[in-house]
């Protein structure tokens, strides 16, 4: 995954609630998706096979996450064994389309879980976190990212 990819990520689960952080779990799998598309169209089956199994790791990071006490935990599972086997296929056998199948159904329910998250009120999960607020500005050969903790409360650890 590119450096800037990761950083919007990294940036998005501190401000993000607990259903916002599904989305952005399915988010990364079809980026991890979409680099490994681009590694099998430019031939690096090393790039290809690394993508693929991390993206494997947020399918198992979304099964570990279910709370068996609801009843659409059971289906869950299932839709993300089926999608865990779907990856692992595509990593051995290199086939373009099954990353499209598995695309689509991560898409999906990546739909359904942003509409959940968009009614969630819970706030978000982090705590002390540092506050972005929306603001570029212009360095000498790039856009840089500002951010301003209003509070002016220290971040961390505290002894």
């Given at each position: ?97 099954l990353l499209d199948a598995a695309d689509e159904m991560v898409s999906k329910l990546r739909e359904t879980f942003a509409q959940v998250s968009a009614q969630d009120t819970s706030g978000p999960v ?34």
């Amino acid at each position: 995954m590119e450096k800037d990819k990761l950083q919007e990520f990294t940036r998005r689960v501190t401000q993000a609630s607990r259903t916002e952080l599904i989305v952005i779990m399915y988010d990364v799998i079809l980026a991890d998706t979409a680099a490994a598309r681009e590694a099998l169209n430019q031939g690096d089956t090393g790039s290809y096979e690394r993508e693929l199994k991390h993206a494997g790791r947020f399918v198992h990071e979304l099964m570990g996450a279910l709370d068996y006490q609801y009843p659409i935990a059971h289906e869950l599972l299932s839709l993300y064994s089926f999608l865990n086997k779907t990856i692992i296929r595509a990593c051995i056998s290199h086939k373009a389309e099954l990353l499209d199948a598995a695309d689509e159904m991560v898409s999906k329910l990546r739909e359904t879980f942003a509409q959940v998250s968009a009614q969630d009120t819970s706030g978000p999960v982090m705590h002390n976190t540092q506050q972005v607020y929306a603001g570029l500005t212009y360095g000498k050969n790039s856009l840089n990212e500002s951010y301003l903790d209003p509070s002016g409360a220290k971040r961390g650890f505290m002894a």
